[in-house]
């Protein structure tokens, strides 16, 4: 996708009428960029990114085929990092199994990859859950103390919140690829929160992670976003739910109730001031009617023009 018209239009020659010994093969990751009379000359082939557990098994192969003692929660996390791309993945390995004592390690490979860790993921979940801004601010020093990225912060956050998303709707269904976290793990993380709860959690957060591209502060925006997290489950969601009553009534509910209530004021009022038009005892009915009689009596009594 580099090449200019003119080269494109000087290639398109031996496209048509190759020679018998040639076989062009042309890799591109942006074919929007290719021109239709070249494709149109081509067998195209899409590929796809692999997953994390066929590279994980590739990974495999390759440590016992090389003699690298590796753990599979570490090969796991290689994969998972990887993103798709068993090149990235084979790099990574070859990097940790350089480094590695005796074996690679799950906790090797975070210092590679420059991941935050597992403890501080979860404190960051149950501060969070528990409204208990301290605990949820140590999380970052502690974060910022040790040299991590709180973009890297951030982003594992999201796909925690993600994968217990998922896994509080679907189970073990779907969208376990991105996580390398047990079933038992998940499940008590999926506990922590209302199903209502996830998305806004991951709508800031990945609002958070859009200003760390260009603030001067890093610390100041993450620690500004754990805050309004924090508040929300510590107070909005428990005033909320003792407003709507039982857990588990979603936000459309209340509305709806609310309205309702409006609705049945509102009728008892029309049905009050009706009643009271009707006897024709209220002082503005027998005022109305005073003036009736005079308009008619007045009428009456002028000459016919």
């Known amino acids: ?6 080269a494109f239009n000087a290639l398109l020659k031996t496209l048509e009428e190759p ?3 040639v076989i062009f093969i042309l890799a591109t990751t942006e074919q ?4 239709v009379t070249v494709l149109s000359r081509c067998q195209r082939y899409d590929f796809k990114r692999i997953t994390a557990e066929t590279i994980a098994a590739r990974l495999r192969y390759v440590a016992d085929q090389s003699d690298i003692a590796a753990e599979d929660a570490a090969l796991s996390l290689i994969a998972q990092g990887a993103a798709g791309g068993l090149r990235d993945a084979l ?7 350089a480094l590695a004592e005796p074996v690679v390690t799950e906790q090797l490979v975070r210092d590679i990859l420059g991941l935050v860790g597992r403890e501080h993921i979860e404190k960051s979940l149950r501060a969070i859950a528990a409204g208990d801004a301290p605990a949820a601010l140590s999380v970052v020093a502690e974060v910022v103390e040790k040299g991590r990225d709180l973009r890297q912060l951030t982003a594992e956050l999201i796909r925690e919140l993600r994968a217990a998303m998922v896994y509080q709707a679907a189970g073990e269904a779907a969208g376990r690829e991105m996580t390398s976290t047990s079933s038992e793990m998940l499940a008590e993380e999926a506990a922590l929160f209302p199903p209502e709860a996830f998305a806004p959690m991951i709508g800031r957060l990945n609002e958070v992670l859009g200003e760390l591209r260009w603030t001067t502060e890093p610390r100041i925006a993450v620690e500004t976003a754990f805050l309004s997290l924090c508040r929300p489950v510590a107070a909005g969601l428990e005033k909320a739910a003792a407003e709507t009553g039982p857990v588990g009534g979603t936000a459309d509910e209340a509305r709806l109730a609310h309205l309702e209530k409006q609705v049945a004021v ?7 001031r009706s009643a009271a038009v009707s006897s024709g005892d209220s002082p503005s009915c027998r005022v109305c009617a005073r003036r009736s009689r005079a308009v008619c009596s007045g009428s009456l009594s002028s000459p016919l023009m």
Not at 91 to 97: M, R, V
């Open 19 to 21: 020679p018998s010994y």
């Open 1 to 6: 996708h580099m090449l200019s018209s003119g």
């Open 91 to 97: 790099s990574t390995l070859d990097q940790c199994a």
């Open 32 to 35: 929007s960029k290719i021109p």
């Open 266 to 272: 509102l009728t008892a009022q029309l049905a009050a």
